[in-house]
T-cell receptor, first 113, second 116 residues
Framework: DAKTTQPPSMDCAEGRAANLPCNHS???????VYWYRQIHSQGPQYIIH???NNETNEMASLIITEDRKSSTLILPHATLRDTAVYYC??????????????FGTGTRLQVTL | NAGVMQNPRHLVRRRGQEARLRCSPM?????VYWYRQLPEEGLKFMVY????????ESGMPKERFSAEFPKEGPSILRIQQVVRGDSAAYFC??????????????FGPGTRLTVL
């Protein structure tokens, strides 16, 4: 799986958009970009994933650059409950079997009043 | 639809004892993954199982650790003769049968193992 690079920490004011970047310059054409978060030692929570098109769900938006070498997770209106470690993971496309997730060190997002 | 369930949530063992961690996947899911998170570290993959089969155990320590996912019942991660270095949070994740190559994994709340 491709290696990802994320800033170790970020701050965001409550109510503002949180934009979390991820660099995956060695991503292959068959690798998806996944985002998970872990709130204070709870089990990781799936947020969103995408291949090359931008994606949006009830939690967040995922913007993937045209060359797919980087992406940004956007939390449109961050709240204190969004304080967590956010993991960007690229996951290879397997033929017939699901693949493991390789977690890096992630970005620790602190949402403040 | 209940999520991934793990029990116990907290487990204390003395050195040399056995630890058994259980994971019940989400309804309809037949793939189970185990991950370990040591204190202040990220999650590390241990093993991937389907019903009655181990698919990928590349992250499992060679000794004392074993995993199973029987035809009936939960998946079990078993640690024999525990040592203090086994103290960690153990997370289970599940995903549905392989209709899609990118099936999302959903995680349970974890079991926190403390070895005294």
């Amino acid at each position: 799986d491709a290696k990802t690079t994320q800033p170790p920490s970020m701050d965001c004011a409550e109510g503002r958009a949180a934009n979390l970047p991820c660099n995956h310059s060695t991503i292959s054409g068959n690798e998806y970009v996944y985002w998970y978060r872990q709130i204070h030692s709870q089990g990781p929570q799936y947020i969103i994933h995408g291949l090359k098109n931008n994606e949006t769900n009830e939690m967040a938006s995922l913007i993937i650059t045209e060359d797919r070498k980087s992406s940004t997770l956007i939390l449109p209106h961050a709240t204190l409950r969004d304080t967590a470690v956010y993991y960007c993971i690229v996951r290879v496309l397997n033929t017939g079997t699901a693949s493991k997730l390789t977690f890096g060190t992630g970005t620790r997002l602190q949402v403040t009043l | 639809n209940a999520g991934v369930m793990q029990n116990p949530r907290h487990l204390v063992r003395r050195r040399g004892q056995e630890a058994r961690l259980r994971c019940s996947p989400m309804k309809g899911h037949s793939h189970v993954y185990w991950y370990r998170q040591l204190p202040e570290e990220g999650l590390k993959f241990m093993v991937y199982l389907q019903k009655e089969n181990i698919i990928d155990e590349s992250g499992m320590p060679k000794e004392r650790f074993s995993a199973e996912f029987p035809k009936e019942g939960p998946s079990i991660l078993r640690i024999q003769q525990v040592v203090r270095g086994d103290s960690a949070a153990y997370f289970c994740a599940s995903s549905p049968p392989g209709r899609s190559f990118t099936d999302t994994q959903y995680f349970g709340p974890g079991t926190r193992l403390t070895v005294l």
